[in-house]
């Protein structure tokens, strides 16, 4: 088990130097350090003087890859490749245009995230398999019928409607809480709820058709014929066979996802003002801000390889005959 | 080159024609109600969107030294055929079906007093003498007038093409069967008889309810502003309208970037392994574990830079913008390979350890023969039902992407920058609530006609699902 996770992890190292190589690419070679200081400048009236100062201040003004004036090891390490993008992997995310440090940063809007996502996450999958599972229960009737159209009609819905819909109706119409904002503590309760609730809705078509497919899919092997045959009632069948020969597909999909709450959700936090980690992204976006988009993407990528460890393991947990080795 | 597009589909319909067990699947799909419809509802928002594409640039009238200079705007078909409600612009907000304008305006009346109320809108209803008493009244008759005239002309049109149809059998089996007995059908009896026939049914229902629904929107568009003005004035109508094109345009060019690389990729590391199969599951991992937003945004941030820096390529702005949408096209597809490219890897490492492909190596058969000819259509079902999943996720895509601001260009129409500039309009007092509900609605239709239409093919292709 040990040396199996430690291999895991040994094997997203050259992943990582991957996505590195490639953020590297794309925000230094396709557009030179020059270029993203007089985006940042302004476009008018800017002095190749006002350009280098800029670059010295953030650091862009060294070569690329490999700086023949240095000496010895610096050769390699004082060029803007080792000092802004090999540094990630020591979580020096470096700072923001705006001069402040993009890891405290990150620290400090994880918590936000998080209570938006993690509530969103398990509220959702409780509902998304219930709703799959009275679906399956109710297979190839009328009722099953209703369920996967409503489920094709709110897949269809775009994600925007949900929070502007939501926004308006519940906060605009009702006046049950306030339209965004955020606050810590108890608090948050009022803040929380409203992101938590469209966020749930608004992937409650894709999710729970997935999760029918696959509860159906299992519904049709041997050993549930079996267990009827046994005398057991429908439900029992369901819950105490189906649902948990059914856990290694829904692992695939779940268990990935974890570590990614963390990065919070882009439209959500940004429509509802709550200072998270993806209102920070679309923040850096805006203000063309690429420490922060570097940083983002970094981060997320590490989260995603974490996420599939994870899962390697959750089927360790969920299904005997998986061993790693 | 969308054009190119639709004679490669019409081409590629003409050589499964020819081909039974390909025809089988497609039957299939002509078989549900449901899959047909979408079908129908999808034509039709691919014709706006073809219509659309046609671009060419007005003659302004020529001047003394016979020289014909041609307008900067590039205008399209369809702005010719909706250049009523393209050019009736008013001042600004105006409510759907309004005679008035949404915002209360200093008027000085005939006595020369100074009045603060809502002005007559430019066109909208501007036929009416007062508004107030008649607006009501006249919206139902055209409303009437309108639905009455659509149906006509769809039944109309229905009897025609089935009269065609049937002449056209009719010429086939004159022309086949020497002797055999003509039957003396007309169009109406092929109409009665259709009526039986369940997905025909609904076809023809839907086909005359589109064809009522256009009528009646012809009709009242005509005088006034059917789904209201933005805060500029434009007809919203029109530029829902002018948004399909966009989303057509970023589903299929995506789709056409997307397809090689997962084709050739997928493909080639599942039949080579060894090294290839490294490398390309290299390339995958690492694409896919990033998530995909960000590296969307991150690639049109330096695609902006790299446009603001070079300003000089660009002759119009129209032309800027087109580049952006290619280009977000070609970044979407290229990060969006990597699910399929997975699937059909899978599915290479299945099929070549079967009896068929080892039976065609023994033979010596060259190995890219045998990729072209037994492994490729043999993953084509998975790549159509992946396409067709695909469109409809774009499609919203779109609108999200646009929303963070790494989407189309501003200028561009589309669900996304419509939904983007209306959104702060819900906060207004009263509230604007038109255009959006109008992106809204556009977009439910089309991505609900795409995901329909998927589930149809996917039903119709899956060799996994059991059919009797």
């Known amino acids: 088990m040990i040396a199996y996770l430690i291999r895991r992890i040994l094997y997203a190292i050259p992943i990582l130097i991957g996505v590195n190589l490639l953020t590297f690419s794309l925000f230094f070679v396709v557009n030179t350090a020059d270029d993203m200081a007089r985006m940042q400048l302004g476009m008018k009236r800017v002095t190749p003087e006002a350009i280098e ?63 938006i996502a993690l509530p969103t996450f398990l509220i959702g999958l409780l509902i998304y398999i219930t709703f799959a599972l009275l679906m399956t229960l109710f297979r190839a009737t009328a009722l099953d019928m209703l369920g996967v159209s409503l489920c094709v009609l709110l897949m269809s819905i775009s994600g925007l409607f949900y929070i502007i819909g939501g926004q308006f109706v ?97 439209l959500t936090e940004s429509f509802f003002g709550i200072p998270g980690l993806g209102s920070y992204t679309i923040d850096a976006i805006n203000a063309q801000d690429f420490g922060v988009v570097r940083a983002m993407v970094f981060l997320g990528s590490m989260l995603y390889i974490a996420g599939l460890v994870l899962t390697d393991i959750s089927y360790t947990i969920v299904d005997p005959r998986v061993r790693l080795q | 080159m969308i054009y190119l597009l639709l004679a490669t589909v019409l081409a590629a319909a003409v050589w499964i024609r020819k081909r039974p067990h390909l025809v089988l699947p497609w039957q299939r799909v002509a078989k549900g109600s449901v899959g047909m419809v979408s079908l129908l509802l999808l034509s039709l928002f691919v ?205 299929t060019v995506t789709t056409l970037v997307m397809l090689p690389f997962a084709l050739l990729l997928g493909i080639a590391a599942g039949y080579l392994r060894g090294w290839v199969d490294d490398v390309i599951q290299y390339i995958y991992t690492v694409l896919s574990s990033i998530p995909s937003v960000l590296l969307i945004a991150a690639a049109v941030l330096m695609m902006q830079v790299y446009i603001e820096m070079h300003p000089e390529w660009f002759e119009t702005s129209a032309a800027r913008a087109d580049l952006r949408l290619l280009f977000l096209c070609l970044i979407l597809g290229v990060t969006s390979w990597t699910g399929l490219c997975r699937l059909l890897r899978g599915e290479t490492l299945k099929l070549r350890e079967l009896e068929y492909i ?40 779109e609108a999200v992407l646009s929303y963070v601001g790494v989407g189309v260009d501003p200028s561009t129409m589309s669900f996304g920058t419509l939904i983007n500039s209306a959104r702060l309009e819900m906060g207004r007092e009263p ?33 996994r699902l059991n059919r009797t």
């Open chain 1, 53 to 115: 100062k800029w670059k010295q201040q953030h650091g862009y003004d060294k070569p690329l890859l490999f700086n023949a004036h240095a000496e010895g090891v610096s050769k390699i390490s004082d060029t803007i490749f080792f000092q802004k993008s090999a540094r990630m992997f020591a979580f020096d995310f470096g700072s923001s245009n705006d001069g402040r440090n993009v890891a405290r940063e990150i620290q400090t809007r994880m918590m936000p995230s998080l209570a």
């Open chain 1, 170 to 266: 519940a906060s605009k119409l009702w006046h049950w809480m306030p339209i965004s904002g955020y606050a810590g503590g108890l608090d948050s309760i009022k803040f929380v709820l409203l992101p938590v609730l469209i966020g749930v809705m608004g992937s409650v078509g894709a999710s729970s058709r997935w999760y029918r497919t696959i509860f159906l899919e299992e519904i049709g092997k041997d050993y549930v014929r079996t267990a009827r045959a046994k005398g057991l009632s429908e439900l029992r069948v369901l819950f105490r066979h189906v649902l948990k020969n059914a856990m290694i597909p829904i692992l695939t999909g779940v268990v990935v996802v974890i570590p990614l709450l963390f990065m919070g959700s882009l």
């Open chain 2, 47 to 251: 014709l706006v969107g073809l219509l659309d594409t046609l671009h060419y640039r007005a003659a302004l009238p020529e001047k003394s030294n016979g020289q014909t200079v041609y307008s900067a705007e590039v205008l399209s078909v369809f702005d010719a055929l909706a250049k009523g409600i393209k050019s009736r612009t008013e001042k600004t907000y105006s409510a759907p079906l309004a005679a008035y304008l949404y915002a209360k305006e200093s008027m000085e009346t005939s006595e020369g007093k100074i009045l603060r109320d809502y002005p007559r809108l430019r066109y909208g209803g501007a036929h009416l003498v007062d508004p107030q008493r008649e607006l009501l009244g006249d919206v139902l008759k055209r409303t009437g007038i309108g639905a009455l005239e659509g149906l006509l002309i769809g039944v109309l049109l229905i009897a025609v093409s089935n009269m065609l149809f049937h002449f056209f059998v009719k010429f086939r089996t004159v022309s086949s069967s020497t002797g055999g007995k003509i039957s003396t059908d007309n169009g109406i009896s092929i109409f009665t008889g259709a009526m039986k026939n369940k997905p025909c049914k609904a076809l023809l229902i839907t086909a005359l309810l589109i064809a009522m629904l256009l009528g009646v929107t012809a009709n009242l568009a005509a005088v006034y502003h059917v789904l209201g003005t933005d805060k500029v004035g434009q007809d919203v109508l029109y530029l829902a309208l002018k948004s399909i094109r966009t989303g057509l345009v970023i589903g």
């Open chain 2, 358 to 397: 080892q039976a065609a190596q023994a033979f010596g058969v060259s190995s890219s023969r045998i990729l072209t000819r037994h492994i490729v259509p043999n993953v084509m079902h998975i790549v159509l039902i992946a396409v067709v999943m695909d469109f409809s996720s774009l499609v919203l895509a």
């Open chain 2, 431 to 463: 509230m604007v609530w038109w255009t959006l509900a109008a992106a809204f609605g556009f977009m439910l239709v089309l991505v609900l006609a795409a995901n329909l239409f998927a589930d149809a093919v996917r039903d119709a292709f899956d060799p």
